[in-house]
């Protein structure tokens, strides 16, 4: 086998870090009547006995918001950063010209950013399991779920790593709390490998 400490250094650049979901949520109003932007703007869809809230489909940037009565919204489905700002913009103009009152300065922030990274080989999740002394902060159940989950707690990021080495990575607020993370694990699994192998 090659040097696997080598192999993952190699991926330092994080070249396959993709973003795969931003969730924002926050307040844009006191209060939302869901009903009247239901009727009023076609893509916002209301069935309250599936979903205590409305949801409203945007096109551009494709994304969709889970619109709730007391004025709060989850925006989700963007995968760059500066979509998440366009896609607030979107709905605050089109709720404006739908007759909501919207707050002059509305409190949403990214709350989760979904990221995938692949390491490029497949890794041995028993090997980390047994290897890594965080044991507090690692599940592995092979029976109940395949991947490994691995929490830190500065920055706090949770890890889902799965044999093939695809890793999906979620909790973080901002890409930096991810990249330093995902250095944060790729030195823990460059040492297991280093010793194991």
């Known amino acids: 086998m090659t040097d696997a400490k080598s192999c993952y250094e190699k991926k330092s650049e994080n070249h396959s870090l993709q973003i795969?979901?931003?969730v924002a949520s926050g307040s844009i109003a006191d209060t939302i009547d869901l009903e009247m932007i239901s009727d009023r703007l076609k893509s916002c869809k209301l069935n309250k006995s599936k979903f205590p809230g409305a949801?409203?489909?945007?096109?551009?940037?494709k994304s969709a918001a889970l619109i709730f009565a007391s004025g709060r919204i989850v925006i989700t489905g963007n995968r760059n950063l500066n979509d998440v700002g366009i896609c607030l913009q979107t709905i605050l103009n089109n709720f404006k010209e739908a007759g909501i009152i919207c707050l002059d300065m509305p409190q949403v922030k990214v709350t989760n950013i979904?990221?995938?990274y692949n390491f490029g080989k497949a890794i041995n999740l028993n090997k980390i399991m047994i290897s890594?002394?965080?044991?507090?902060?690692?599940?592995?159940?092979?029976?109940v779920f395949p991947g490994l989950v691995f929490?830190?707690?500065?920055?706090?990021?949770?890890?889902?790593?799965?044999?093939?080495?695809?890793?999906?990575?979620?909790?973080g607020?901002?890409?930096?709390?991810?990249?330093?993370?995902?250095?944060?694990?790729?030195?823990?699994?460059?040492?297991?490998?280093?010793?194991?192998?």
């Open 132 to 143: 890594l002394l965080d044991h507090e902060c690692i599940e592995y159940e092979p029976e």
């Open 20 to 22: 795969e979901n931003i």
């Open 114 to 116: 979904v990221c995938s």
């Open 55 to 61: 949801v409203y489909h945007i096109e551009k940037p």
């Open 151 to 171: 929490r830190i707690s500065d920055p706090k990021v949770v890890f889902l790593l799965f044999s093939s080495g695809k890793i999906i990575i979620t909790g």
């Open 173 to 197: 607020k901002n890409m930096d709390d991810i990249k330093t993370g995902l250095t944060l694990i790729r030195e823990k699994l460059s040492i297991v490998f280093n010793t194991l192998e």
